[in-house]
């Protein structure tokens, strides 16, 4: 490998290039029209420009990626995390041009991207899973014997779903019927496919995830995060380790984690995600997410184990230079998803130019931005301008460090979502950790208008 393309944008394209660089690779940056001059641009080697602002038209075209690569030499790809990065049609194609590609092969992509596959791949390793269907609903077939079996609530879910969507609430048996054509039309026009599963709701529950590395025959783990503080099914909080999980629970969902890896023959990057009851003491297995991570960043910091440096090497090597033994866990880690979106309008995206952007300092701080003073924030993509990452000894010093890494923040020229974020932290039931999944959202007045 010597050459790599970033088939992404902002701040994880920032990140690919920094480990990139640091591995002596030259970096090509395929950039939409927009992007040609943003701040990952100015860092890479090179910058291909692949279309113009609509992501349809640049960053989820496949073929004009390729092409990318092709034509400036380009001898590996890595997708970063949304757009194509777990597009098995996508990861095939590189491969077959004789391009390296960062990322788990094209099948372990195809099954864990089947939901309903995933969680009887999950039942096969070993896996703590929900009681719900043996793979998807035959349409055909009664849904309502097994639906009593499994008990309501229960969930309807897409099996080509993923991230939260395709998930539909059912609290009595006499909505079932009308769910299941519901989701299944739902699943039909969202993900070209309208298979649907059953799965049992757990109220109040956390987020749990272990993140795993492994090179097709050797997996390991590098330990648990927390990812419960959610707004509309997406994180905006991330922490690790996992805080008040039970050792048995936590020892069974990483030794679990590398198994079910280990059965894909799973290489590089990899985060296995579960559903963790406080009241039950037990975690089940959600889905596999086969990229990496918006939220890897907190595993570094507890690891010292750079994420992004080890996939690559597995992706140019063929070899996990890593074993078990040397991954050793130290202090507690958080990460804080700053978004350019207005808290006033409902949270709407709140595109601009940056006219101060002024990060915290200090021992234990890192912020992985995609953005410096004077970028445009354009309305065309995710809105995430940054992630404010702080470490500490402790939970407790760490929630400290962050409250004050957080107040030092200053960002104008868009709206954004630090007053969200600092409200958060302060909440009794994050410093407890008494929160949930639907925590933020359930809260009166969290969320102001929103809410």
């Not at 690790?240 to 984690?257: E, F, K, M, N, Y």
């Not at 952007?357 to 234990?364: A, F, L």
């Not at 107040?407 to 409200?423: F, N, R, Y």
Request: aromatic letters at 6%; proline letters at 6%.
């Amino acid at each position: 490998m010597e050459r790599l393309l970033i088939a992404n944008r902002g701040e994880i394209a920032v990140r690919v290039i920094r480990a990139a660089r640091e591995l002596g690779l030259q970096t090509v940056l395929a950039a939409s029209e927009p992007d040609a001059d943003s701040y990952a641009a100015s860092l890479a080697d090179t910058v291909h420009v692949v279309g113009p602002a609509p992501a349809a038209k640049s960053y989820l075209d496949g073929a004009a990626m390729l092409a990318a690569a092709e034509a400036s030499g380009c001898d590996a790809i890595h997708p970063g995390y949304g757009f194509l990065s777990e597009n098995a049609r996508f990861a095939r194609f590189v491969l077959d041009a004789g391009i390296t590609w960062v990322g788990p092969s094209p099948e372990a992509i195809e099954l864990m991207g089947n939901k309903s596959r995933a969680r009887q791949a999950a039942q096969d390793a070993g896996v703590p899973t929900l009681p719900g269907s043996d793979g998807a609903l035959d349409p055909d077939v009664d849904p309502l014997p097994l639906a009593r079996e499994i008990g309501y609530p229960l969930v309807v879910k897409a099996s080509a779903g993923g991230g939260g969507r395709g998930i539909r609430l059912v609290t009595e048996e006499g909505d079932l019927v009308q769910t299941l054509d519901v989701a299944r039309a739902e699943a039909q026009a969202a993900f070209g496919d309208p298979a649907v599963y059953l799965e049992q709701f757990v109220s109040h529950a956390r987020h749990v995830e272990v993140q795993i590395l492994g090179d097709g025959e050797r997996v390991i783990h590098l330990g648990d995060r927390d990812c419960s503080l959610q707004r509309r099914q997406q994180k905006i909080i991330e922490e690790a380790p996992a805080p008040s999980l039970p050792d048995a629970v936590r020892d069974t969902i990483r030794a679990s984690s590398i198994e079910l890896g280990r059965q894909c023959g799973y290489a590089g990057l990899g985060t296995v995600e579960f559903l963790y009851d406080p009241a039950r003491e037990q975690a089940a297995f959600i889905e596999m997410n086969t990229r990496l991570q918006v939220e890897h960043p907190v595993t570094e910091m507890v690891t010292g184990v750079d994420l992004i440096r080890e996939q690559l090497l597995v992706a140019s090597t063929g070899r996990l230079r890593l074993h078990q033994e040397d991954i050793a866990f130290r202090g507690h880690a958080f990460e804080f998803r700053i978004n350019a979106e207005d808290p006033s309008q409902g949270f709407m995206p709140s595109p601009g130019t940056l006219s101060r952007v002024d990060w915290p300092g200090g021992p234990g701080v890192r912020i992985d931005s995609g953005v410096v003073l004077g970028s445009a924030v354009a309305p065309f993509y995710d809105s995430l301008l940054a992630k404010l990452v702080v470490w500490d000894e402790t939970r407790t010093e760490a929630i400290r460090r962050s409250a004050r890494a957080l107040a030092e923040v200053q960002i104008d020229g868009v709206k954004t979502t630090l007053p969200l974020l600092s409200t958060v932290l302060h909440r009794p039931e994050v410093r407890d950790v008494t929160h949930h999944s639907k925590f933020i959202e359930s809260t009166p007045g969290l969320l102001g208008d929103d809410a």
